[in-house]
Antibody, heavy 123, light 111 residues
Framework: EVQLSESGGDLVQPGGSLRLSCAASGFFFYSYAMAWVRQAPGKGLEWVSTIGGGGGATYYAESVKGRFTVSRDNSANIVYLQMSSLRPEDTALYYC????????????????WGLGTQVTVSS | QSVLTQPPSASGTPGQRVIISCSGSSSNIGNNYVYWYQQFPGTAPKLLIEKNDQRPSGVPDRFSGSKSGTSASLAISGLRSDDEGDYYCAAWDDNLSGSYVFGPGTRVTVL
């Protein structure tokens, strides 16, 4: 069974940093791009970042570019989201999801999704 | 503000057909596949339609997707009370060196 499990969410002060992890199991991890999507309280879905299966290709939303870094460890089946210079507007439930191919720009079908990890940015 | 436009709400009675529209531009829907996601309150989103009109395994054939030009739509036939939830369209956008965009979502209510 394909499973994704996010962790690392916390309450952090503005300007702070946080690293999220997403542990994957049940599939050949290297063969799939992985995405991060967030949802602010009461709001819609917002794509954050996608990383290709090999880890070399990364894409980011304009709202996080230069502040967030996505990476993956294919030997441990984990994808990470390093977040820095956090702002109150980064407060959200962060989901990781599997893309349907290993190439980022063709990996448009996100399935499945994890349950999410909560990030709260507040003083 | 999303580059994809969806109506904020849609409704119907049990058994009816509901159609949700998603409007974009040549840089997203016009040149890329459209995806639809279903989300119930307090749960993670679920892929409903991929590549414009394909249903992943396990998705009932009551759900169908279509695309024409820079617009797409999701149809729910035989509406059921457990279809109540939020529905999002999404697509890759060729602007800004590539980004994935979601529509604002449509809340479906079964009357």
């Amino acid at each position: 069974e394909v499973q994704l499990s996010e962790s690392g969410g916390d309450l952090v002060q503005p300007g702070g940093s946080l690293r999220l992890s997403c542990a994957a199991s049940g599939f050949f991890f290297y063969s799939y791009a992985m995405a991060w999507v967030r949802q602010a309280p009461g709001k819609g879905l917002e794509w954050v970042s996608t990383i290709g299966g090999g880890g070399g290709a990364t894409y980011y939303a304009e709202s996080v570019k230069g502040r967030f870094t996505v990476s993956r460890d294919n030997s441990a089946n984990i994808v990470y989201l390093q977040m820095s210079s956090l702002r109150p507007e980064d407060t959200a439930l962060y989901y990781c999801a599997r893309g349907d191919t290993m190439i980022v720009v063709t990996a448009g079908a996100f399935d499945p999704w994890g349950l999410g990890t909560q990030v709260t940015v507040s003083s | 503000q999303s580059v994809l436009t969806q109506p904020p709400s849609a409704s119907g009675t049990p058994g009816q057909r509901v159609i949700i529209s998603c409007s974009g531009s040549s840089s997203n829907i016009g040149n890329n596949y459209v995806y639809w996601y279903q989300q119930f309150p307090g749960t993670a989103p679920k892929l409903l339609i991929e590549k414009n009109d394909q249903r992943p395994s396990g998705v009932p054939d009551r759900f169908s997707g279509s695309k024409s030009g820079t617009s797409a739509s999701l149809a729910i036939s035989g509406l059921r009370s457990d279809d109540e939830g939020d529905y999002y369209c999404a697509a890759w956008d060729d602007n800004l060196s590539g980004s994935y965009v979601f529509g604002p979502g449509t809340r479906v209510t079964v009357l």
